[in-house]
């Protein structure tokens, strides 16, 4: 029997991406293909993906409207992203506007994200509760605080017509917290405003009321489902995740090897395989050009990242005289606090040819960046998968990482073990501070300079299997035994 799935998130590759979200939303409705599973994204009607998916040609078409979806008036378009359904939230209200899909092109939040994402949700929970006559789903899947409402919508619906839900937990960071002045707008019961409910200190807690409503959780990798469980990590959900005991599954995120190949990536310079190591000097050379940086014999550092606090972005930035010092070199992508975001283009100035900057975002670059660069830099505070160090083991581009989260299950440290195992897949390192990332820089320093060593290093990360199989299996399968206990 084939599992019909409704998910619903915020962002989906390609149509719309402000980060890691996007790319896994995108990329799941094939992984679970393979396994019997028919999975439909709905997405808001962003100006990016009404204009993606057009109202004409026959390939989009409106199936249902809403005179007033929390006080708006909305539409449901049908179309397709891929080779995959795709429903559309045409609300403008709400939607249609210019900036972001969380805020505006200063980079402010908007006012009405509340309103916003929770009418999307309740969209999404009277799309999975049947309000759709042409349309059956057997689950709803929510992703991160944007759609966490939909499965508080589905437990305070009528008995019998809500589908089973599952929470997927991205980066527990971003909780969605908003006035208590909302929660009479969201139509939902007196019950549902209470601390088993959505009340959450006071206000309303989109992700609180998601992980306390649906069936079951999952988060982007099994480290980070155990962590998240601290009060270090928990974001103070802790005691939440705790007591959902087993219904909360670790499941890491795979990576779209159509998009991420360097066999076969057009962005790139030169393709290469791990049996074509060789032709990866192209792109370095390429990669130097772009950046503007002097030809050496130490490893071309990248970093691809938001430049932020949890990405260790200013432990890095501390580090950067020694790491020039080593010899090495380092051109960064990336964008976000704008005291750190100077730090970098102080830190260029101050080492011409030696580090090169670029604020703001690249897809074409990132891919050319992961072909390039010899060592990708994630020294990430917490990270509950990761995708650029999943990228750099496809490309060769050793990953350097904190030992947290995602980072941790799927990086194998260059330890003498490892190394003599020839399992060895990246360089790890514990806490976040000054030392310890010196101290990863040095070893990966060493380690580069042993030519033969590298190499083994780079084809043992290239023959790693980070494709959607084994998760979208793991999905499938809890899908599964979801229907089976309903």
Known sequence: ?????????????????????????????????????????????????????????????????????????????????????????DAPGLFRREGGPYGDATGRDWADNGLRFAAFARAAA?????????????????????????PAFLRFAPAGIAPPSVMTIHNMAFQGHFPATLFPRLGLPDEAWSINGVEYHGGV???????????????????????????EFGMGLDGLIRARGNQVHGIVNGIDTREWNPASDRALANTYSARTLARRAANRTALESAFGLELGSGPLFV????????????????????????GA?????????????????????????????????????????????????????????????????????????SRTGGLADT???????????GAATGVQFNAVTHEALCDAIDRTVALYRNGALWQAIQRAGMKSDF??????????DLYANLLEAR
């Open 126 to 150: 009277d799309i999975a509760s049947g309000a759709v006559k042409s349309l059956r789903f057997d689950i709803a899947h929510a992703h991160d605080w944007q759609a966490a409402m939909a």
């Open 1 to 89: 029997m084939t599992i019909r799935v409704l998910s619903i998130a915020s962002e989906a590759a390609p149509l719309v991406k402000t980060g890691g979200l996007a790319d896994v939303a995108g990329a799941l409705p094939a992984a679970v293909a393979a396994h019997d599973v028919a999975m439909t994204t709905l997405l808001p009607g962003y100006p990016a993906v009404m204009g993606a998916v057009g109202t004409g040609g026959g390939k989009t078409r409106a199936v249902h409207t809403w005179p007033s979806l929390l006080g708006e008036p909305a539409r449901l378009l049908s179309g397709t992203i891929g080779d995959h359904p795709l429903l559309v939230l």
């Open 329 to 401: 070199r380092l051109a960064l992508l990336g964008s976000g606090d704008k005291a750190l975001e100077a730090g970098f283009v102080a830190a260029a100035g101050r080492h011409p040819g030696r580090i090169g900057v670029r604020i703001g975002y690249d897809e074409a670059l990132s891919h050319q960046l992961q072909g390039g660069g010899d060592a990708i830099l994630v020294p990430s505070r917490f990270e509950p998968c990761g995708l650029t160090q999943l990228y750099g083991l496809a490309y060769g581009c050793v990953p350097v990482v």
């Open 411 to 421: 990086v194998v440290d260059a330890n003498p073990a490892a190394l003599a195992a």
């Open 205 to 231: 807690g989109f992700l609180k009321a998601g992980l306390d409503s649906a069936w079951a959780i999952t988060t982007v990798s099994p480290t980070y489902a155990r962590e998240i469980r601290s009060s």
């Open 303 to 326: 970093v691809i990242s938001r430049l932020t606090w949890q990405k260790g972005m200013d432990v890095l930035l501390s580090a950067l005289d020694h790491l020039v010092g080593t």
């Open 467 to 476: 494709s959607w199989g084994r998760s979208g299996k793991a999905y499938a």
